[in-house]
């Protein structure tokens, strides 16, 4: 199967084109290369069409010219604090640019649609781990967004449309042969920081110490981003029998900030020291999310560890100018 995958020269996106690849499917790239990268694109062997997902014609006339079956949309504007300082943008970009796609896709006859979304549209959990049918409030613009074009996938599912939106969690690490990695900027993830502080030789900056947990500081579920390709894969096969809905991917385990300190050491045999800071307003405690839709509906489990995650993204660092 063709398969059109909108962000695809960004991080998950490109892991995933990568992994379509190796299930047998064929890949088309569309990506206005705002925010990925034409090199990570290129590693995935896909062809790559330079323009934006808002651009009906081009959408229609790549699907006709390379005879996509299905979609695959990761392409978003997604740093949660410039969506609270213009969130008129993320409305537009994430979900009137999402809604404009959909339709042209469907026009020309695209029927599957695995769509990336985001634990971000639960907000403060109210229980943990987090599943599928916990209150949707997300906190931020971006979070909203996502919930949004959640929304207008189950409004066109009337009229037709498969549909499944997978709901990351911490998405992180590298390809296992460093191909491809994680490439942004600015770079708000924790791990990639951490090693950045470690190549540096500069303190961690670890905010709170004194939160509800077994070593005082935050807890979060992190997921290699192989294991998101592929359940992305997965989702895809899951919609030839119809719609799937929401699915969360995480580990159902979560790894605290000291932990992943640990295995910052570890894996770049550098002393990185912390910097104890105060907490940061709206940070929650925990965040970790039920698997068990993902493994009953997707058969899908995470096979990389923590270790496997921070040692990945370490060796994609080293290669990096």
């Keep these: 199967m063709r398969i059109l995958v909108t962000g695809g020269a960004g991080y998950v996106g490109s892991h995933t084109a990568w992994a379509l690849r190796g299930a047998g499917h064929e890949a088309v790239i569309l990506d206005d290369l705002s925010t990925g990268h034409r090199r990570l694109a290129e590693a995935t062997g896909a062809p790559l069409v330079v323009g934006r997902v808002e651009d ?53 006859g695209v029927r599957r649609v695995v769509f990336s979304s985001t634990a971000a549209v639960y907000g403060e959990p109210r229980a943990l781990p987090i599943a599928e049918d916990s209150p949707l409030s997300p906190t931020n613009p971006y979070g909203h967004s996502k919930r949004m074009v959640e929304e207008a996938l189950a409004v066109l599912e009337g009229a037709g449309l498969r549909w499944c939106a997978l709901r990351y969690f911490n998405a992180c690490g590298a390809a296992g042969d460093c191909a491809i990695g994680e490439l942004h900027s600015p770079e708000t993830h924790l791990i990639p ?62 790894s605290s900030v000291l932990e992943v300190l640990e295995a910052v050491r570890e894996a770049t045999g550098r002393p990185l020291r912390a910097r104890m800071l105060a907490r940061r307003p709206g940070d929650p405690a925990v965040l970790v999310a039920s698997n068990e839709r993902a493994r009953r509906i997707l058969g899908w489990r995470p096979a990389r560890d923590l270790r496997t995650v921070v040692g990945s993204a370490w060796r994609w660092h080293q290669r990096q100018p």
């Design 56 to 108: 009906g014609a081009l959408v229609r006339r790549t699907i006709a010219e390379h005879g996509c079956e299905a979609l695959m949309h990761f392409a978003a504007r997604a740093i949660v604090p410039d969506s609270v300082r213009d969130p008129a943008l993320y409305l537009a970009a994430n979900v009137a640019g999402s809604v404009l796609l959909f339709e042209a896709a469907f026009h020309a």
């Design 193 to 254: 920081r951490l090693l950045d502080a470690a190549a540096a030789g500069l303190d961690a900056d670890v905010y709170g110490s004194d939160w509800p947990t077994p070593d005082g500081t935050c807890v979060r579920d992190y997921v290699h981003v192989d294991d998101l390709a592929d359940a992305h894969v997965r989702a895809l096969d899951a919609l030839g029998g119809g719609s799937v809905g929401a699915v969360n991917l995480g580990t159902g385990a979560g």
